[in-house]
């Protein structure tokens, strides 16, 4: 079973205190691709550092949307700059987070703006973050797709089945994370049963939310596997063919991690 995390954070306390551990561990359980990344700009070098020394890490450019003002003049120039480098394959994360508020909403719209705008101009795929802001996400994204050249993925979906519908009607993938294997996720399971096989991906969003059984520990991406595992119960599938149909999605989508390994 060959699987891709599509979103981690190999960088962040947990994991970069023993990256090739961490790293040597995924690929053990057929982990064969893993996109790292990143939060704030101060990472960026790092995170592409990683996919440097590792054939099958990739990495991406973006500020979380806790991070907008403390980004106040970052614009789409300097996105686009650095995801002029090879390895870098996405946009992101970037999005809403109205849950926490972290940062300012206005200021969180633009950074938001920012993103997509680098997206239309890098030609690379949107990261989406979104957490109780669906209003807002589905409208910025609608109006992005209406204006051409933007594509993506809803990370760590925990959204409603309205804005995964909207989401996939916008063309952007559905991706899910260990919070799909959780009790209290029975809305995401339902949603999970029905998403489309050719817009879906997996993903462990680790160092956090470790799925069942390992919930409560350091989330790695070796765990992807158990999400994988619970998504195809869930679907009435095999295992091995959700893993094939989710890296099959993973490069489809990230092109560039495609033409990479084509060449």
């Not at 070098?45 to 003049?73: C, F, L, Q, T, Y």
């Not at 394959?89 to 920012?114: H, M, V």
């Not at 809305?187 to 879906?200: F, S």
Request: overall charge negative; charged content about 25%.
């Amino acid at each position: 079973m060959k699987l891709i995390d599509s979103h981690c954070h190999l960088n962040y306390e947990g994991l970069v205190e023993r990256q090739d551990e961490v790293l040597s561990a995924a690929r053990e359980r057929g982990v064969g691709g893993f996109l790292n990344i990143s939060t704030r700009q101060r990472e960026w070098n790092d995170v592409i550092a990683v996919a440097e020394r590792n054939a099958d890490v990739w990495a991406s450019v973006g500020v979380h949307p806790h991070e907008a003002d403390a980004h106040p003049d970052l614009g789409a120039s300097a996105l686009v700059e650095a995801a002029n480098h090879p390895r870098v394959i996405a946009i992101g994360e970037c999005g809403l987070d109205y849950f926490y508020d972290k940062s300012d909403r206005n200021s969180q719209r633009e950074r938001f703006e920012a993103h997509i705008d680098a997206a239309r101009q890098s030609r690379l795929p949107l990261v989406v973050h979104t957490r109780d802001a669906e209003e807002d996400t589905a409208e910025i994204l609608g109006e992005a797709v209406k204006r051409g050249g933007v594509t993506g993925v809803l990370h760590c979906f925990t959204g409603s089945a309205d804005l995964a519908r909207k989401g996939l009607d916008f063309g952007f993938f559905i991706s899910l994370s260990g919070i799909v294997t959780f009790k209290n996720a029975q809305d995401l399971q339902e949603t999970a049963k029905w998403l489309p096989a050719d817009q879906m991906l997996v993903e462990t969003d680790s160092p956090f939310l470790a799925p069942v059984p390992h919930r409560g520990q350091k989330c790695e991406p070796a765990f992807v596997a158990e999400t994988a595992t619970f998504v195809a119960g869930l679907r009435g599938e095999a295992a091995e063919q959700l893993a094939e149909v989710t890296t099959a999605n993973f490069f489809r989508l990230f092109t560039r991690a495609s033409e990479e390994a084509a060449a």
